[in-house]
């Protein structure tokens, strides 16, 4: 290979970093953290991003009236209940692979035709505050036809199970399996779109040379990324942090709890057959229902943008391309290292696309989807106790929650989990160097395409967000 070598000043920041390192929190248990970042990113962020989170804050009071004027949760039927749990970002958790735990609890209910299970098991580890309540779930579903029907549920905290002729028991319970919907999403399976995708940020930033072919695709899916991850893992005022006075931390319990969900979502759980151990991905991870549906119809257009764009790479790119694969291994073991991805351009091509993807679509749809649910049905907090078999319960949906629980979670919800797109996917800008009379046209293409698979996604009722509001990065 005929490589030639650049110089410091060949690279974004001169050679100088971000670079990752073990996490400061969880270093054995949680994705690398990129933590030392140059000035230029953090002013970037604060002056994009931050200062809309500082002004943002005056909404608070509303958000508070709001929860005392309507308090408590909403009644959530058995087939809006199904739709939530198969039709929205929490498909994700709907699964066929049972383990001897489910064997234990379900017994032969598990070798009926067409079962289905949704497993809440994380919130486990939450410890909540006083006077609020979690529990573990894991729900049965019966797929018919198109839909699905819910069976029983399994209340972990009180070793009950209960099935939908169970009364106020069952719609006590339908609600701790909606808050570990809300829990899991938002701390166990939607982190893994964030946080390991870090390292492969700061490398590409720091190992690839500007005129590299692969920076210059990547680049501008890197914006406002890392300062983000940085704010929400070790800022003393990010909303893991659940103090009393914070305004937007809608959690039910401590700091340690919440942050051993992101552990749980990275590591995965022994013997849980839903919640195997993070691996890079080549392909969006299969999703039942058109949710799964959507994500599969965008992936197709990042393979065909990112397979003609990588087409032509001469030696020099190809011998730091070897050198930035080597590097994320070292942080990624199941990432293709150097030798790997240059011998196998197909890997190549999914490895790379696989990462816009994540960074944009995949990202943005679970913070849109979620961000626009009724968050007075699908709580983060429940001040009753898990029913239990057996023992009479009476439930007065309107003491479920306190005004201040909703004033946290609306505010969080209009912060952090609602998609606030700073720079969108269509309008992205790339800069090819001397390729750009070839390359823009592959880029004008990719916009006509991703704008045929929305329109054919809206036409089909599965367009979980419009075009418009997919970010080009992870900024939120
Ligand atoms: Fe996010």
């Known amino acids: 290979m005929d490589a030639k070598l650049k110089k410091p000043k060949d690279f974004l920041y001169n050679r100088m970093g971000p670079w990752p390192q073990p996490c400061p929190e969880h270093p054995f248990g949680e994705a690398s953290g990129v933590i030392h970042l140059p ?110 029907v819910p069976l029983v549920i399994y209340v972990d905290e009180t070793d009950s199970v209960f099935m939908p002729t169970d009364g106020e028991h069952w719609c006590l319970a339908k609600y701790f399996v909606l808050q570990g919907g809300a829990l899991c999403s938002t701390l166990v399976e939607h982190p893994l779109l964030h946080f390991p995708m870090d390292c492969i940020n700061a490398i590409t930033k720091t190992a690839l040379p500007k005129d590299n072919v692969l920076f210059q695709l990547m680049c501008p899916h890197l914006r406002f990324t890392l300062y983000l991850e940085k704010a929400v893992l070790t800022f003393k005022t990010s909303l893991l942090k659940g103090k009393w006075w914070m305004p937007y931390a809608p959690y039910p319990g401590y700091y340690e709890g919440l942050r051993e969900l992101l552990v749980q979502g990275y590591q995965g759980i022994l013997n849980n057959a839903s919640y195997p151990q993070y691996k890079y991905q080549y392909e969006p991870e299969y999703i039942v229902g058109s949710y799964g549906d959507f994500h599969q119809a965008y992936f197709k257009v990042f393979k065909t943008f990112v397979s003609k764009i990588l087409d032509e790479i ?66 983060l907090r429940i001040r009753q106790a898990p029913p239990k078999k057996g023992m009479p319960i009476k439930m007065d949906r309107k003491k479920l929650t306190k005004y201040w629980d909703f004033g946290k979670y609306e505010m969080a919800r209009r912060l952090f989990f609602d998609a606030s797109t700073k720079t969108a996917l269509i309008n992205t800008q790339y800069n090819f160097g001397h390729r750009n009379e070839k390359l823009q046209k592959v880029v004008a293409q990719f916009k006509l395409d991703l704008r045929e698979v929305d329109a054919n996604l809206r036409a089909k009722g599965q367009q979980f967000i419009p075009l418009e509001k997919i970010a080009t990065s992870i900024q939120f």
């Open 39 to 148: 000035f230029s990113e953090c002013f970037d962020w604060w002056l994009h991003i931050g200062s809309r989170y500082v002004f943002s804050l005056m909404y608070s009071p509303i958000a508070y009236l709001r929860g005392l004027l309507n308090p408590g949760l909403e009644e959530v039927d058995d087939a809006e209940f199904v739709d939530m749990l198969t039709k929205t970002m929490l498909s994700k958790f709907i699964k066929t692979d049972f383990d001897e735990n489910d064997k234990n609890i379900f017994g032969d209910l598990l070798e009926q035709k067409d079962i289905w299970i949704c497993d809440f098991e994380p919130v486990k580890v939450v410890k909540t505050f006083k006077g609020i309540f979690a529990s573990a779930t894991k729900t049965l579903l019966r797929k018919e036809n198109n839909t699905f």
């Open 314 to 379: 001469d030696d020099t790119e190809k011998f730091y391309i070897g050198k930035w694969a080597d590097y994320i291994k070292s942080w990624q073991p199941d990432f293709p290292d150097g030798e790997k991805i240059l011998a196998n351009q197909e890997l190549f091509v999914s490895t790379v696309a696989y990462f816009l993807f994540d960074v944009s679509v995949g990202h943005t749809v679970d913070h849109y989807n979620y961000g626009h649910m009724n968050i007075r049905k699908i709580p």
